[in-house]
């Protein structure tokens, strides 16, 4: 079965400080994806980033960048000099091949104090 | 594009009572997954639909139901509500392939009293 851990329930930051999100995922299979996904206080989950288990390849994105570790089977999440409009509920979610659905882990809230 | 439209946004149900939320996806979307999310479990797979046809389930009680018409358009349905069943239920939609990213709506907000 597959299990999506993220340890840290809620961080706080202040303006400009770096934050780093942890995912810890589990399954059995070798071909599998991983999600990051931001959940602003509107509600509606946005897609951040797609990473497949064959690409260890880190990314970076602007202020974002992914940390895809298979050997400690983790994909972390950084933000750079944090800013407000970060404060959100993230989700990290993986998803088995062929697989038409995706287990979340349960959130890290990221608050961003000015 | 249009985003994913779900309605209605806010609901409130009697116990007993049961209820239908709809779902229209991005134009061309022929995948549409529903989800529960609650403060206690988390957000919860309940099942996904593919060109009208229910392809996978997640583990929820009979009540739980839905459906997807020709136009990709998916409707939820949940009989004899439970004070459990408050959550905000969200609805994505994916192209045609498995294990893309999914694109989600702004949810529906039930609250069961």
């Known amino acids: 079965a597959q299990k999506v851990t993220q340890a840290q329930t809620e961080i706080s930051v202040v303006e400009k400080e770096d934050v780093t999100l942890d995912c810890v995922y589990e399954t059995r299979d070798t071909t599998y994806y991983l999600f990051w996904y931001k959940q602003p206080p509107s509600g509606e989950l946005v897609f951040l980033i797609r990473?497949?288990?064959?690409?260890?390849q880190n990314e970076i994105s602007g202020r974002y960048s992914w940390n895809f570790q298979k050997s400690t089977s983790s994909f972390n999440f950084t933000i750079t000099a944090s800013q407000v409009v970060d404060s959100a509920v993230y989700f990290c979610a993986l998803s088995e091949a062929g697989a038409r659905k995706s287990t979340f882990g349960d959130g890290t809230t990221l608050t961003v104090k000015p | 594009k249009a985003g994913v439209t779900q309605t209605p946004r806010y609901l409130i149900k009697t116990r007993g009572q049961q209820v239908t939320l709809s779902c229209s996806p991005i134009?061309?979307?022929?995948?549409v997954s529903w989800y529960q999310q609650t403060p206690g479990q988390g957000l919860q797979f309940l099942f996904e639909?593919?060109?009208?046809?229910?392809?996978n389930k997640g583990n929820f009680p009979g009540r739980f139901s839905g459906r997807q018409f020709s136009n990709s358009r998916s409707e939820m349905n949940v009989s004899t509500l439970e004070l459990g069943d408050s959550a905000l239920y969200l609805c994505a939609s994916s192209p045609m392939t498995v294990n893309t990213e999914a694109f989600f709506g702004q949810g529906t907000r039930l609250t069961v009293v």
């Open positions: 990473r497949n288990s064959f690409d260890e």
């Open positions: 134009s061309g979307h022929r995948s």
């Open positions: 639909y593919f060109s009208e046809t229910q392809r």
